[in-house]
C-alpha cells in the first residue's frame, strides 16, 4: 500500500528544494550589470539547476541565423582548444534558434536534424534546450547536456529552466542597457572635453604664440625692456596651460582595475595624481577594510576615487589633498579632502563631467552613500560610506 502522505511531503519538500535553488540562481544572475559575467552565471545557474554536466549559452548574431557567441561550462580551456571549431547555430542547436521553442530529448543524436559534433568535442547525450526570450526577441538559447543524476531530463527541469530562462532574459536585456548607457556617457564626456580642450587648452596655446609673435617684434625694434616684461607673462600663460594640460592626461588616462587589490589600485592612482597634478597628496589607506567589501564595491571606490582626484585637479585650484580609507563600524568610509577654492553656489556643479552626480549614482549602486561639505573659499570634502561584506 502506497503512503500518499509520505510521498506528497517527499514531493512537497523537493520543490521547495528546487524553489529555493532557482532563487539562488536569479539572484546570482542579477547581481551583475557586466555582460560577460551575466552569461557565465546563466549557464552555471543552469547546469546546477537541472543538475548537468554541461551548460551552454547561444546568442544569436542579429541575423538569427548563426550563433555570435557560446558561453560554456563543465568544459575545460585544454578541452575547449581541441575542438574543431565553435558551434555555428547548425543541427539541433539551429531548430531551437529557428523554432524559439524548448525541445528536450533523451539523446541529441535520435533527433532527425542533429548535425553529429566537431572533432574534439566531448560526447553528450542526454539534451534539453531553451530559448531566452524578451518581448518576442530572441536573446539567446540555453543548452544543457548529459543530465548526472538520470538517463534523460524530466519535465520538472525544463520547467525550471524555462523560469531561469525568463529571469535570464532580464539580466541580460539590464546589462546590455547599462553597457549601451555607458558607452552613450564615454561619447558625451568626449564631446564635453573636446570643447574643453578646444575652448581652453588650445585657445590658450594660440594666445601665447600671439604673446610671443609681439615679444619678437619688440625685440626687432630693440626694445628689449619692454619684450623681457611680456617673455615673464608668457612663461607664467604657458606654464599655467601646462598645468590645465596635466589635469586633462590625469581624467583621461585609463586606469586598469578589476576590483582586486584596492590599495594598490589607489596606491598607483595617487601616484600618477601628485605627478601630473603637482598637489601635495596625503593618503591613509587600512590594508584590512579594503578586503571587507565586495569586488563591486571596489571597483565603484577605486572608480569615484579617480574621478573626485581628477575633479580637484581641474576644478579646485588646491596646493594640498588629503586621501582616507578606513573602517568606521560596519562601514567602509573614503574621503577625499582638499583646501581649494570650494564648490560654486551658482549651479556650476552639474557641469563637472564625470562630477558628484556619477559619483553619488556610483556609490548608490553598491548600497552606499556620498556626502559632500564645501564652502566657497574654504575647499571641500567628500565622504563615501560603504556597507562591509
Given at each position: 500500500?502506497?503512503?500518499?502522505?509520505?510521498?506528497?511531503?517527499?514531493?512537497?519538500e523537493?520543490?521547495?528544494?528546487?524553489?529555493?535553488?532557482?532563487?539562488?540562481a536569479?539572484?546570482?544572475?542579477?547581481?551583475?550589470?557586466?555582460?560577460p559575467?551575466?552569461l557565465?552565471?546563466?549557464?552555471?545557474?543552469?547546469?546546477?539547476?537541472a543538475?548537468a554536466?554541461?551548460?551552454?549559452l547561444?546568442?544569436p548574431?542579429?541575423?538569427?541565423?548563426?550563433?555570435?557567441?557560446?558561453?560554456?561550462?563543465?568544459i575545460?580551456?585544454?578541452?575547449?582548444?581541441?575542438?574543431?571549431?565553435?558551434?555555428?547555430?547548425?543541427?539541433?542547436?539551429?531548430?531551437i534558434?529557428?523554432?524559439?521553442?524548448s525541445?528536450?530529448?533523451?539523446?541529441?543524436?535520435?533527433?532527425?536534424?542533429?548535425?553529429g559534433?566537431?572533432?574534439?568535442?566531448?560526447p553528450?547525450g542526454?539534451?534539453?534546450?531553451?530559448?531566452?526570450?524578451?518581448?518576442?526577441?530572441?536573446?539567446?538559447?540555453?543548452?544543457?547536456t548529459?543530465k548526472?543524476?538520470?538517463?534523460e531530463?524530466?519535465?520538472e527541469?525544463?520547467?525550471?529552466?524555462?523560469?531561469?530562462?525568463?529571469h535570464?532574459?532580464?539580466?541580460?536585456?539590464?546589462?546590455?542597457?547599462?553597457?549601451?548607457?555607458?558607452?552613450?556617457?564615454?561619447?558625451?564626456?568626449?564631446?564635453r572635453?573636446?570643447?574643453?580642450?578646444?575652448?581652453?587648452?588650445?585657445?590658450?596655446?594660440?594666445?601665447?604664440?600671439?604673446?610671443?609673435?609681439?615679444?619678437?617684434?619688440?625685440?626687432?625694434?630693440?626694445?628689449?625692456?619692454?619684450?623681457?616684461?611680456r617673455?615673464?607673462?608668457a612663461i607664467?600663460?604657458?606654464?599655467?596651460?601646462?598645468?590645465?594640460?596635466?589635469?586633462?592626461?590625469?581624467?583621461?588616462?585609463?586606469h586598469?582595475?578589476?576590483?582586486?587589490?584596492?590599495?594598490?589600485?589607489?596606491?598607483?592612482?595617487v601616484?600618477?595624481?601628485?605627478?601630473?597634478?603637482?598637489?601635495?597628496?596625503?593618503?591613509?589607506?587600512?590594508?584590512?577594510?579594503?578586503?571587507a567589501?565586495?569586488?563591486?564595491?571596489?571597483?565603484?571606490?577605486?572608480?569615484?576615487?579617480?574621478?573626485?582626484?581628477?575633479n580637484?585637479?581641474?576644478?579646485?585650484?588646491?596646493?594640498r589633498?588629503k586621501?582616507?580609507?578606513?573602517?568606521?563600524?560596519?562601514?567602509?568610509?573614503?574621503?577625499?579632502?582638499?583646501?581649494?577654492?570650494?564648490?560654486?553656489?551658482?549651479?556650476?556643479?552639474r557641469?563637472?563631467?564625470?562630477?558628484?552626480?556619477?559619483?553619488?549614482?556610483?556609490?548608490?549602486?553598491?548600497?552606499?552613500a556620498?556626502?559632500v561639505?564645501?564652502?566657497?573659499?574654504?575647499?571641500?570634502?567628500?565622504?563615501v560610506?560603504?556597507?562591509?561584506?
Amino acid at each position: 500500500m502506497i503512503n500518499v502522505s509520505a510521498r506528497s511531503a517527499q514531493d512537497l519538500e523537493r520543490m521547495n528544494n528546487q524553489l529555493h535553488e532557482l532563487r539562488e540562481a536569479v539572484l546570482a544572475i542579477s547581481s551583475d550589470l557586466s555582460l560577460p559575467e551575466v552569461l557565465q552565471r546563466i549557464v552555471i545557474a543552469a547546469a546546477t539547476l537541472a543538475h548537468a554536466k554541461y551548460a551552454a549559452l547561444g546568442v544569436p548574431h542579429e541575423s538569427g541565423k548563426a550563433l555570435a557567441e557560446f558561453v560554456v561550462h563543465g568544459i575545460s580551456e585544454d578541452e575547449r582548444k581541441r575542438i574543431a571549431h565553435p558551434p555555428r547555430g547548425l543541427g539541433v542547436l539551429g531548430v531551437i534558434m529557428s523554432e524559439q521553442k524548448s525541445l528536450r530529448l533523451r539523446s541529441i543524436a535520435d533527433h532527425p536534424r542533429s548535425a553529429g559534433f566537431p572533432m574534439g568535442h566531448p560526447p553528450m547525450g542526454s539534451f534539453l534546450g531553451v530559448p531566452v526570450l524578451f518581448k518576442g526577441r530572441c536573446l539567446g538559447n540555453l543548452y544543457i547536456t548529459n543530465k548526472i543524476d538520470g538517463d534523460e531530463f524530466t519535465p520538472e527541469d525544463e520547467n525550471l529552466i524555462e523560469w531561469l530562462a525568463s529571469h535570464a532574459a532580464i539580466a541580460i536585456e539590464h546589462a546590455r542597457l547599462y553597457e549601451e548607457v555607458q558607452r552613450l556617457s564615454i561619447v558625451e564626456e568626449r564631446q564635453r572635453i573636446g570643447m574643453d580642450l578646444h575652448d581652453g587648452v588650445i585657445q590658450s596655446i594660440y594666445a601665447v604664440g600671439l604673446q610671443i609673435e609681439f615679444i619678437r617684434a619688440l625685440i626687432e625694434d630693440g626694445d628689449s625692456k619692454q619684450a623681457h616684461e611680456r617673455l615673464g607673462g608668457a612663461i607664467e600663460a604657458l606654464n599655467h596651460t601646462i598645468r590645465d594640460i596635466r589635469s586633462y592626461i590625469l581624467d583621461l588616462r585609463p586606469h586598469q582595475f578589476q576590483g582586486d587589490d584596492l590599495e594598490v589600485g589607489v596606491r598607483r592612482l595617487v601616484a600618477e595624481f601628485k605627478a601630473n597634478s603637482l598637489i601635495v597628496t596625503e593618503l591613509e589607506i587600512d590594508s584590512d577594510v579594503c578586503q571587507a567589501v565586495s569586488p563591486e564595491a571596489r571597483l565603484a571606490i577605486f572608480q569615484i576615487t579617480q574621478e573626485a582626484l581628477a575633479n580637484v585637479a581641474k576644478h579646485s585650484h588646491a596646493t594640498r589633498v588629503k586621501l582616507n580609507i578606513f573602517s568606521n563600524g560596519e562601514m567602509l568610509k573614503m574621503s577625499v579632502e582638499d583646501n581649494g577654492v570650494g564648490l560654486p553656489h551658482d549651479g556650476g556643479v552639474r557641469r563637472m563631467g564625470h562630477g558628484l552626480n556619477n559619483m553619488a549614482q556610483r556609490a548608490r549602486t553598491i548600497g552606499g552613500a556620498l556626502e559632500v561639505n564645501s564652502e566657497q573659499g574654504a575647499g571641500t570634502r567628500i565622504d563615501v560610506r560603504v556597507p562591509k561584506l
